[in-house]
């Protein structure tokens, strides 16, 4: 396909013919590839089938004069095949990280930023999320410990609390926990140094951040305040410096080329609900509820539920209703403290999830933006909760609109 597609004088097209029916192993790995073409969105098993049934034309690639056809047969065996099949085991991810290894022609582990300088990098956040015996990784380290990798180093039980909660915190939303940590490994140790040091790098510095970011660092025993000193938690060997200082490169950079100029929510892009709390300065911890409140502002986090039933969706009240509109139910027997701050809110921040989990890995949100609550109306539902329209200001694109909506 690679040569079929190499730029030639007066060749404007080329025509590839898979006969993929003879594997529906094969198949279903070309349905996965082409599915990971929509835009980062998070990939569900339903809207994968529905994708291959369609012949992906969600997609849009009609436009840049790739056409897609999947015979009847080779769909059926592909859907039956996606519906089984849990493509976040241990084995499926190994196989992704033995191939980038080999790629790279490393003798030891590849290390964080070599994830970040490849284009032919899997994802590394999953293997920091997948279970391996039942146990979470937690880490990339975890990953490489439960893969049984050779050259990976043995930290101690302390120094291990430290990467996973370092770990954790990736896709970084703020810079504070990572630069902090990056003064004391480099021997800035002083409170008001280390202050210091973020102010300048940070637009926009924020001291409540700051100490939040603290606060958090020293609840999880990473670090420890004494005088007027930080210190780790573990001991610093040159191994746990040599790993720690890869993996806050890789947050640093990950982060500046996510956000840029940018340090407020961004738009369609994926946040968890811890990640969200930690933002606004909420106990990231304190995850067990769907709205939260912060300087007149209210944070929405709705989950569609797509992998209901017809009946239990049918009964179900968040939804678009249209690219600007997002109707959204309050929690039932809902506080008078709660409605008159939803009523006095100056904004409202949506995320959402399809749905919330999959092969056992917990899914995150989309922000689908900014808007406000509108059309309140109660005694619509009987359990006494309150029916909004979010007007967003921001209309969401049409293949996101299509990602969103319930499929049969």
């Known amino acids: 396909m690679g040569r ?17 029916g003879n594997s529906y192993r094969r198949s279903v790995h070309i349905a996965l590839a082409l599915g990971s073409l929509s835009k980062g969105y998070i990939l569900e098993k339903k809207l994968l089938k529905s994708m291959v049934k369609e012949d992906f034309q969600q997609l849009g690639l009609k436009e840049y004069g790739v056409k897609i056809e999947i015979d009847d047969l080779s769909k059926e065996e592909i859907i039956e095949y996606i519906e089984k099949e849990n493509f976040n085991q241990i084995r499926y991810l190994k196989k992704d990280y033995e191939n980038f290894k080999s790629y790279l022609k ?67 939303v703020r810079r504070y926990e990572y630069l902090a940590v990056k003064c004391i490994l480099d021997g800035v140790t002083s409170k008001s140094d280390i202050s210091q040091y973020l102010a300048q790098k940070i637009k926009g510095y924020s001291v409540d951040h700051f100490e939040h970011a603290i606060r958090f660092l020293i609840e999880e025993k990473v670090i420890y305040f004494e005088g007027n000193d930080f210190y780790f938690c573990c001991d610093v060997d040159d191994e746990f410096v040599e790993y720690v200082s890869d993996l806050l490169d890789y947050g640093l950079v990950q982060y500046e080329a996510r956000y840029i100029n940018e340090e407020d929510f961004l738009l369609y892009q994926d946040y968890r609900q811890d990640q969200v ?50 109707q959204w139910e309050s929690i039932a027997r809902i506080s008078a403290k709660d409605e008159e701050l939803q009523r006095n809110s100056k904004e409202a921040l949506v995320f959402v999830r399809k749905v919330k989990e999959e092969n056992g890995i917990t899914l995150p949100y989309t922000f689908v933006g900014a808007g406000s609550l509108t059309n309140p109306r109660k005694g619509v539902t009987d359990n006494g909760s309150i029916l909004y329209d979010i007007k967003l200001n921001n209309s969401l694109p049409a293949d996101l609109m299509e990602d969103f909506k319930w499929v049969d």
């Open 4 to 20: 079929g597609l190499r730029k030639f004088e007066n060749k404007n097209h080329v025509t590839i013919l898979d006969f993929i």
């Open 106 to 172: 490393t003798p030891t582990y590849p290390k964080h930023m070599d994830y970040m300088n490849s284009d032919y990098a899997p994802n590394l956040l999953k293997f920091m999320k997948v279970k391996i015996g039942g146990n979470k990784t937690n880490s990339y380290y975890g990953f490489l410990k439960g893969i049984e990798e050779n050259s990976v180093p043995s930290f101690t039980e302390e120094q291990v609390v430290a990467i996973n909660y370092l770990s954790n915190l990736l896709p970084l």
């Open 277 to 326: 709390l930690l933002k606004i300065l909420k106990n990231p911890k304190n995850n067990q509820y769907g709205t939260y409140y912060q300087d007149g502002k209210v944070y929405i986090f709705a989950g569609l539920k797509k992998d209901a039933s017809v009946q239990d969706h049918l009964n179900y009240k968040d939804k678009f209703l249209d690219e600007t509109t997002f």
